[in-house]
């Protein structure tokens, strides 16, 4: 049930052809989305991260799922927060997990703004694909 150990079990269960033993309750995208942003987040920067919803959008030529949060980070007396995303998964339930080589998984550089989240997605799935091509 941990969120920090979902990915490795499950993973080591399927690299031995038992994944049939994966507790059936965690066997969604949206623990496995969780699982993911706690991976992307893994020396713990961000204090609360809270989900926030699901959208669905064109990344990569495909319409894919997002599993979007909103992850608090404090500095001092302040509170600022911003939009975690985890994703692209596929619009298949059954299909779990992700392609890491295709991963948009992480955080925005700017401040969540609930009132203009469908954009904040928009704009950081532009930014992750032109920083993926600069990478290549």
Do not use: W
Not at 57 to 74: D, I, N, P, R, V
Request: hydrophobic share 25%; aromatic share 16%.
């Amino acid at each position: 049930s941990d969120k920090y150990y979902r990915l490795r079990l499950y993973h080591l269960l399927n690299d031995k052809n038992v994944a049939g033993y994966y507790p059936a309750k965690y066997l969604t995208q949206q623990y496995f989305a969780e699982s993911y942003m706690s991976e992307v987040d893994d020396d713990d920067y961000y204090g609360n991260i809270t989900y926030v919803g699901m959208r669905t959008e064109l990344y990569k030529g495909q319409k894919q799922k997002f599993y979007l949060y909103k992850a608090e980070y404090t500095d001092g007396d302040s509170t600022t927060y911003y939009m975690g995303v985890a994703g692209p998964f596929n619009n298949d339930p059954k299909q779990v997990t992700i392609d890491y080589d295709e991963s948009a998984c992480g955080f925005s550089a700017d401040p969540l703004d609930m009132k203009q989240l469908d954009n904040q997605l928009k704009v950081y799935l532009i930014k992750k694909k032109i920083n993926d091509s600069r990478q290549e």
